[in-house]
């Protein structure tokens, strides 16, 4: 681009230029005007004498013959000066006037850097409107500043109107682009604004011995708002102070700060780097769901890679063997995240990281919020404060288990019984009023047989026991519901009746296992269409008939926005980043086992007899939950087959 409004900068000088010579021509020409309009009387005098000479022989009066001679040559020496006085591009003397062509060109270059950094700038930021914002940054300065350079020709002082105005074509179009690309950028990626400009003045005037003060920053706090400290349990101070300043100090931190500001910014859980030969691809967990973010260049990633494991306390010359450690993301020095960071190195050669972030508080204060229908609500609320049984919450890892359990804890009657809950000090859960906390250490070897025997010595009415990790843990739980005991538990499953299966794997008795269990919830976690882009259509009576709504009644759905056709323009949802979704709800089923699911437990127990057994006795699944948030229009087709093969 700057090679061509180079090649466009030598064709339109050569243009001005030679627009110039016609001038000089119109003038009666550089040195003719000068010698002209410095005769001398002398000169005068002496083409008066020949001319009177001349006359002399012919008419035979030779003062008349004179004066007519001398008169002519006057009004030609005058008729040339009008015609240079008359052109705004003269200056004294009738030379070109080399002070306003300066002026020109000067508006001329600083036009062809601008429009270059344009260019550059809409390309590194991937705006689709790129050759639109090149069109008008282009043509208005070539076309109108041509027009603008002619116009003093017939008349000096339209010189002072012609400038200005060649300087407008030059900055409205630039100043537009900077407008509109600043809208939605965040602060530090802003040009032309106070700051912005403060600096560049700061920077130019700096070289040439003239300073103004301005905050100095380091280099790792330039860019986006984010700080990012090195962490770790029993770690010493001053350790994660130097594993902190070590990162600082590389060229890659920045990097690193922009990657995760960026991927927090769009909610995401966790970032996936693949350090490749070529460069280095990025991947951000954006709903549950791996979305490919902007790679870094070749010469990037190693920097990058170098300083994330300066960070976590690991080495960088080791690229096979697995490394792990933590850090603090603070964000506009008020949000924190604590992020687990893993790199291992792969059969290839390479590398892959995965930066998790863990979320410190739970966003959910109700079932209705998570997204329970209240039918469902009143089935929950029913189990956990049922007098006894067993009550088990299954999801699949990253299915919000963790978030439904805090929430669960919440809902149960906490205050007019006992309520106690087992948890591991390595894996801490929400704090939850009026609920007894006894915990047991894993690093150390314990496990909750540790800590069970003195919690059901002081008899609760009701238990939570995050995880059965055992047989033994598992059969004390079933027997103590004999002595009228609640106790909830969770498991990972993918769905109620895989949850059944996994604690039967367990190896605990059938018999005493299907006498306790009273009931399964599960979930999986979905993603909500983005409300600002999605799109409507019409559906087929086969997809209705396969969700099981009733065609009559549903005339329209939603799903992702298109694709655009060739050559459309589209302006980006800036909601949820052209990703169509945004945000996550959870569907639920709940398996209550009845006394045909008791003796399937006991005899033949399969996922698809618990299944079978349980739709037989009315009990609805993932599916009809899903089908219910298509006809509310709150997600889509292709997202609950998505989620129906997890």
């Known amino acids: 681009m700057k090679r061509l409004l180079i090649l466009i900068f030598i064709v339109l000088g050569w243009l001005v230029f030679d627009g110039a010579s016609q001038l000089y021509a119109q003038a009666g020409g550089l040195t003719e005007m000068g010698a002209t309009m410095s005769i001398s009387q002398e000169t005068q005098g002496q083409h008066a004498q020949a001319a009177t000479s001349q006359i002399a022989d012919t008419s035979g009066d030779p003062k008349k013959a004179a004066a007519a001679q001398l008169d002519k040559l006057k009004k030609e020496s005058a008729k040339y000066a009008k015609n240079a006085e008359q052109n705004g591009w003269i200056g004294s003397g009738n030379y070109l006037s080399i002070t306003k062509i300066i002026l020109f060109l000067l508006v001329f270059w600083m036009w062809v850097l601008t429009t270059d950094w344009a260019n550059s700038d809409a390309e590194l930021l991937k705006n689709p409107d790129r050759f639109f914002w090149n069109s008008v940054n282009f043509f208005p300065f070539t076309v109108l500043g041509t027009v603008f350079f002619y116009l003093p020709v017939p008349n000096p002082i339209l010189f002072f109107i012609s400038y200005p105005l060649t300087i407008l074509t030059w900055l409205v179009p630039l100043f537009c682009y900077i407008s509109v690309r600043n809208k939605p950028l965040p602060p530090y990626e802003k040009v032309m604004t106070y700051d912005h400009i403060k600096y560049l003045f ?63 910014e769009r909610r995401a859980d966790g970032i996936m ?77 390479e590398e892959k990281g995965i930066i998790t972030f863990v979320i410190q508080k739970v966003p959910f204060n109700s079932l209705e919020e998570l997204g329970m229908r209240p039918e469902m609500q009143d089935k929950v609320k029913s189990l956990v404060n049922a007098p006894t049984g067993l009550v088990v919450f299954s999801a699949a890892p990253a299915n919000g288990l963790r978030s439904t359990m805090n929430v669960v804890s919440r809902t149960a009657d906490r205050f007019t019984r006992d309520f106690a809950t087992v948890e591991d000090v390595q894996n801490p859960y929400q704090v939850v009023e009026n609920v007894v906390l006894n915990q047991y250490d894993s690093r150390k070897g314990e496990t909750p047989m540790t800590v069970l025997p003195d919690v059901f010595f002081r008899e609760p009415h009701a238990l939570l026991i995050r995880d059965l990790i055992n047989t033994e843990v598992f059969e004390l739980c079933c027997n103590e519901i004999e002595n009228n005991r609640l106790i909830i538990t969770t498991i990972r499953a993918k769905d109620a009746a895989d949850a059944m299966i996994r604690l039967l794997a367990m190896r605990i008795q059938p018999s005493l296992f299907a006498s306790s269990i009273t009931a399964v919830v599960s979930q999986r976690l979905i993603r909500k269409l983005c409300p600002d882009c999605k799109e409507v259509f019409e559906p087929q009576p086969a997809l209705l008939q396969r969700l099981g709504l009733p065609p009559g009644r549903i005339t329209e759905l939603y799903r992702v926005r298109s694709a655009p056709q060739p050559g459309e323009k589209r302006k980006p949802c800036l909601t949820c980043n052209d990703i169509g979704y945004s945000g996550r709800t959870a569907l639920y089923e709940i398996i209550e086992v009845n006394d045909e699911i008791r003796k399937i437990l006991v005899a033949n127990p399969t996922v698809e007899a618990i299944r079978k057994a349980a739709t037989q006795s009315g009990q609805k699944g993932f599916l009809f939950e899903g089908s219910l948030l298509i006809a509310k229009g709150i997600t889509s087709v292709e997202e609950l087959s998505r989620v129906m093969k997890m």
């Open 202 to 264: 700061a920077v130019a005037l700096s070289k040439i011995g003239i300073k103004i003060k301005v905050a100095k920053k380091m280099s790792y706090q330039v860019g986006p708002p984010i700080e990012i400290e090195a962490t770790g349990l029993n770690i010493d101070n001053p350790t994660l102070n130097a594993r902190t300043v070590l990162a600082r100090n590389h060229e890659g931190f920045n990097d690193l700060r922009k990657i995760v500001y960026d991927a927090l």
């Open 273 to 349: 780097f693949e350090f490749q030969a070529e460069q280095t691809l990025v991947r951000e967990l954006i709903d549950g769901v791996w979305i490919d973010a902007a790679p870094l260049l070749k010469e990037r990633g190693p920097l990058l890679n170098t300083s994330i494991k300066y960070l976590i306390g690991g080495n960088p010359e080791e690229f096979r063997k697995r490394q792990f450690g933590s850090f603090v993301a603070t964000v506009k020095k008020k949000t924190k995240f604590t992020t687990d960071f893993v790199i291992q190195g792969t059969p290839t050669g």
